[in-house]
């Protein structure tokens, strides 16, 4: 599945607007992460244990669209955004949509 932030994919000619597909996950933080990322704040830099739970939940917000884009027979997903919003104090969530197109083959 062909998954792109532009409107436009070079090389490819989209014969069919097939409607907005979404994905999102909503993950807590573990009170371990906040142990480790609150003495990290102390000294600066990356706090890499809020980097992974992220990476990994952005992949699990993808995957998820792109399940909804294969369900309507699309090839790809143009124009995708991430959005991200906080729900309470110790979560957050991060939705990603797009358009699922049909392509030329």
Known sequence: MIVVSSDLIPGKHITRTLGMVKGNAVRARPIFRDIMAFVRTLVGGEIPEYT???AETREQALDRMMEEA?????????????VTAQTMS???????????????H
């Open 52 to 54: 992974k739970m992220l």
């Open 70 to 82: 294969r369900s309507l027979g699309a090839d790809a997903v143009v124009a995708t955004r991430f």
């Open 90 to 104: 110790s979560a957050a969530e991060l939705l990603v949509y797009g358009t699922a197109v049909k392509l030329e």
